[in-house]
């Protein structure tokens, strides 16, 4: 549920013009986003079914007119949002996938014909796991052994641009100053409290400098409590309408959460320290017991008691009093 939460708050991201520009002028290669003119940004339908296995695709697309060579043509941005803990090492045959059913989409609704020739597309995998992204960009580097140089022109090519939230520092997100950049500074404050805090801070700043900051602070105080309902915190969220004006409200949010971490750890690591007490305990006393009967304590035994359960424990300090050997009271 939580998974689902966050795929819809960077959907809803995605559906703003203001996010993809920033994402392009941002973290697009330099010489790509110098060729497109963001201000012919376009937005279409994610929502298809691709021809394979009839599965349904829900992705972010946008189109903008792009110039090279002379030509204007409109580029098709193709934006996945991976938010996976793990990496998919499947990414490229996916990708490949759902750029063949999003073109074929494009044929079915009259977009293009076959002969008119299918319009390019720039993939675009958008990844906040915890791992940094170790998966092929291209579907080609997939394929092993490589193939002869024969044989080489007939396999698929297929490559994507990564833009792995976590490989970006604090530094780099501060250089973009982006409302974008400050979304990636929170989710990479993952330190405590004081980080998520100066993250917070950072959009804050950023948001009260854009010339459209009502609406910009709307969009992002919606993100903002999805995200903090993602993160499991214990923070009540409701009267949070305004993450300029209720900033204040935020931080002592954060601040009494951040307490009762600090609060349940401390009782945590209480109950641990008190069960290891009895382990202990236990352990020694069956040491004991088993000298002044056995006269001696094996280093088998010893690493039994050490690597043993409480409840373990627990049945040989019941059963050495009838037991006749070690072999018996060990089981073996």
Do not use: C
Not at 157 to 168: A, I, P
Not at 260 to 280: D, F, L, P, V
Not at 292 to 306: M, S
């Amino acid at each position: 549920m939580a998974s689902h939460s966050h795929d819809i708050a960077y959907k809803e991201l995605f559906s703003h013009p203001e996010f993809v520009q920033q994402l392009i002028e941002g973290f697009a290669p330099d010489d790509i986003a110098a060729l497109m003119d963001v201000t012919t940004l376009k937005q279409h339908n994610g929502h298809y079914v691709t021809p394979l296995n009839q599965e349904k695709i829900e992705d972010v697309v946008w189109s903008v007119k792009a110039t090279w060579e002379g030509v204007t043509q409109r580029v098709y941005l193709y934006i996945l949002l991976e938010f996976q803990s793990r990496v998919d090492y499947m990414m490229p045959v996916q990708m490949m996938h759902y750029v063949a059913g999003f073109h074929d989409q494009l044929i079915k609704n009259g977009v293009t014909t076959p002969s008119k020739g299918l319009p390019p597309v720039f993939p675009i995998v958008l990844y906040n796991g915890a791992q940094r992204w170790t998966a092929e960009r291209d579907v080609s580097d997939m394929i092993t052994p490589q193939p002869p140089g024969f044989l080489q022109p007939y396999q698929p090519h297929l490559r994507y641009y990564l833009v792995d939230e976590g490989r970006y520092s604090d530094e780099d997100l501060a250089e973009r100053n982006s409302v974008l950049s400050g979304i990636f500074g929170i989710e990479k404050a993952k330190d405590g409290r004081e980080a998520l805090q100066k993250a917070v801070d950072r959009i804050v700043a950023i948001i009260q400098a854009d010339p459209d900051k009502d609406r910009i602070d709307r969009i992002v105080t919606r993100w903002i409590k999805r995200h903090f309902e993602r993160l499991g915190a214990k923070v009540d969220l409701t009267e949070l309408n305004s993450l300029v004006e209720d900033r204040n409200m935020l931080a002592d949010n954060l601040e009494n959460w951040a307490k009762r971490e600090r609060e349940e750890g401390e009782k945590r690591g209480e109950a641990k320290g008190r069960t290891e007490g009895r382990t202990e305990g236990r352990i020694d006393t069956l040491r004991k017991l088993i000298e002044l009967k056995f006269n001696q304590v094996p280093a088998w035994v010893d690493q039994r008691l050490e690597q043993a359960s409480e409840h373990e424990l627990n049945h040989w300090v019941e059963q050495i009093l009838v037991a006749d050997s070690l072999d018996v009271l060990f089981g073996d």
